[in-house]
Antibody, heavy 122, light 108 residues
């Protein structure tokens, strides 16, 4: 069974940082990319960025440049998204999503984590 | 950045009826379009990728069509579990990957 399991809900004050983890199981983690997508309450989906789990290369949505870091630990089959200088507008559910394979044809965005609610409030 | 515009915003139909949801891209995205279904409290679920290919386990009543800038998701005969929010997504010109604003399919 393939799964992505994320860390639990977080409550942070404005200006703080949050780090969300995403642990993969049931597939070869290092041969797939991983994306992060967020969803503010009652809103649509917003792509945050992605990482090549094999070589660690990353790209982000322009608006998050300088505030977001995406990393991975291949030995733990886990990816991490850290968002700093939090503001109230960052309150959202953050999802990790499996992307494409780097070694074979695969369907991207077919596997989603359960989501992590991040609340930013003073 | 490619903007995806979904219509209608809300669609009210009865079980057994046919649903047609639209997604228009601000520029050509070939066939790099996906459709997702999201129910309250759940993560989105991939239904259709590459405009017309059903994802694993998706019932045949879901079909996708289109290319270029205009795309359609059709549900041939609505089941009670199909009432949800549907999003389209493009991954043609990325980053960034972008999503539409969603269509809410509600029971009439």
């Amino acid at each position: 069974q393939v799964h992505l399991v994320q860390s639990g809900a977080e409550v942070k004050k404005p200006g703080a940082s949050v780090k969300v983890s995403c642990k993969a199981s049931g597939y070869n983690f290092a041969t797939y990319t991983m994306h992060w997508v967020r969803q503010a309450p009652g809103q649509s989906l917003e792509w945050v960025g992605w990482i090549n789990s094999g070589d660690g290369n990353t790209q982000f949505l322009q608006k998050f440049q300088g505030r977001v870091t995406i990393t991975r630990d291949t030995s733990a089959s886990a990816a991490y998204m850290e968002l700093s200088s939090l503001r109230s507008e960052d309150t959202a559910i953050y999802y990790c999503v499996r992307g494409s394979s780097t070694t074979m044809i695969a369907v991207p965005f077919d596997l989603w984590g359960q989501g992590t609610m991040v609340t930013v409030s003073s | 950045e490619i903007v995806l515009t979904q219509s209608p915003g809300t669609l009210s139909l009865s079980p057994g009826e046919r649903a047609t949801l639209s997604c228009r891209a601000s520029q050509s995205i070939a066939s790099y379009l996906a459709w997702f279904q999201q129910k309250p409290g759940q993560a989105p679920r991939l239904l259709i990728y590459d405009a017309s290919k059903r994802a694993t386990g998706i019932p045949a009543r879901f079909s996708g069509s289109g290319s270029g800038t205009d795309f359609t998701l059709t549900i041939s005969s609505l089941e009670p579990e199909d009432f949800a929010v549907y999003y389209c997504q493009q991954r043609s010109h990325w980053p960034p990957i972008t999503f539409g604003q969603g269509t809410r399919l509600e029971i009439k």
